[in-house]
């Protein structure tokens, strides 16, 4: 361990990408078995007690999707400033074990049959699980200026493989006897039958802990100057908000990021639904490892676009340049998975759709962090998450009744809709500002 631990002091690099990797992978294990719990009555693992009509469940998955966002849009920032208080790694091994014990109350949960314990496990992962923005200001601690964008790369990729391999465990881990290696006649791994809905969520839980001690035992401290004098704002993230409205240089920029993220998770919030809906993807107890696949699907042309076509788009035009058409054209995507009645033809929209995603991802954070003056980035940083944050709050909500009261699919027109109208916005708005950002205001947002 000894050995270990000295070969592991000069790269806590790789403890913060294991960290960031397990965020993403929890997150997509919830994608493909959510839905089955509270918007697919033909599962074996519908929790909906008798009387509760088909409708109310799509209210309540809106409610539980949206917990956690809504949760971290208060916590999070005041993670952050404990992080420049006391410390990266207790805060970070605090906020790992609080998803770790979260997963185990969701699997807990999900056995019970207990729908309020779900809620309580959300939003307790909500409240504790500000990991992200802690790894972030770890990578900050001990990242030359030459080599930030090189080391940041590695959140994105963390997020790319956490989002192919979780939903893709989370759906085959959920059913048993499935091959989890399937090519032509070549099977092997089949799932034991004790598997269920609840196993992708212990599996989630283990390799937390492990993340955990991998902290405690790996990872050095990466702030050698404690902000003692650091004042803890528990309605940071309310003034964040406030804040991002007295900025008239990015003013434009953080609507555009709202409307932007808000269509998003509208389509992530309701996608599966619409998958479960319009395609069949219910199958019996195959109807999560089928929705995982599409995901893992998806997940792989996105991390090739910000791999390949983003860096190579970022050579030749500008972000500004960028997000005039790449808005429009993912909102125009998104509407077309309408179109197909194939499920070979649907897969033909992702490439297109990811594209469109990650040169729109990629180049909205980038143009945020380049309007802003050097001097101002944790705080405008740290506000666009808040508005982020706020903007995955409130979809998921909205789905849940838009769907109710409509059709379980209306939520990816909205999606498409609030997409288009975020390019529309960028491009009738925006306009290149003459200088950068000053200095942050006397009650400027600590870092993160």
């Known amino acids: ?76 920032p005041i993670l ?44 307790f992962d909500g409240v504790t699980g500000g990991n992200l923005s802690v790894a972030q200001a770890a990578i900050a601690d001990i990242t030359k200026p030459e080599d930030r964008a090189k080391n940041f790369g590695l959140i994105g990729a963390a997020f790319g493989l956490g989002f192919i391999l979780g939903p893709y465990i989370g759906g085959k881990l959920s059913v048993p006897g499935i091959d989890l290696i399937g090519i032509g006649s070549f099977h092997a791994l089949t799932t034991p039958s004790w598997f269920n809905a609840a196993t992708p969520f212990w599996f989630a839980a283990i390799l937390s802990f492990l993340n955990v001690l991998s902290v405690v035992f790996l990872f050095p401290e990466t702030l050698h100057k404690f902000g003692d004098r ?15 409205a ?18 998003f998770t509208f389509f992530t919030s309701f996608f599966s639904v619409f998958l479960i809906n319009r ?9 999560q490892s089928h929705i995982g696949d599409f995901f893992a699907y998806t997940g792989i042309w996105i991390a090739i676009s910000q791999a390949v076509v983003t860096r190579r788009v970022s050579k030749v035009l500008s972000e500004s340049q960028v997000l005039n058409f790449s808005y429009v054209f993912m909102g125009l995507a998104t509407l077309a998975f309408f179109l197909p009645n194939r499920v070979w033809q649907l897969l033909l929209i992702i490439p297109f759709f990811a594209m469109f995603n990650g040169l729109s991802q990629a180049n909205s954070i980038a ?22 944050a706020l903007a995955q709050t409130i979809p998921p909500v909205l789905s849940g009744y838009i769907a109710a009261s409509l ?30 950002l000053a200095a942050p205001a006397s009650d400027a947002i600590p870092s993160h």
Request: glycine share 10%; net charge positive.
């Open 407 to 436: 059709t379980p699919e209306s939520p990816i027109y909205i999606s498409g809709a609030v997409i288009l109208i975020a390019g529309v916005f960028f491009w009738a708005f925006y306009r290149k500002p003459k200088a950068d």
């Open 367 to 388: 143009l945020v962090s380049r309007t802003a003056g050097r001097e101002v980035q944790g705080e405008i940083l740290g506000i666009n998450f808040s508005i982020q």
């Open 1 to 76: 361990m000894e050995n270990t631990k000295k070969r592991f002091a000069g790269k806590p690099l790789a403890v913060v990408f294991i960290t960031i990797f397990i965020d993403l992978l929890g997150f997509g294990i919830l994608i493909p078995v959510i839905p089955q719990l509270l918007a697919n009555p033909r599962s074996p693992y519908y929790l909906l007690p008798v009387g509760w009509t088909y409708g109310q469940g799509l209210i309540l998955l809106g409610f539980l999707l949206a917990i956690f966002p809504f949760m971290q849009f208060v916590a999070t």
């Open 279 to 287: 395609f069949a993807y219910y199958g019996g107890l195959a109807g």
């Open 80 to 123: 952050g400033q404990l992080s420049d208080r006391f410390g990266r790694k207790p805060i970070l091994g605090l906020s790992l074990l609080g998803t770790c014990l979260s997963y185990v109350m969701f699997a807990i949960g999900i056995i019970q049959r207990n729908i309020p314990l779900l809620f309580i496990a959300r939003a």
């Open 246 to 263: 007295t900025l008239p240089e990015l003013r434009t920029l953080f609507v555009t990021n709202f409307l932007f993220n808000a269509g």
């Open 230 to 244: 650091v004042r803890i704002r528990l309605t940071q993230s309310v003034r964040n908000i406030v804040r991002a």
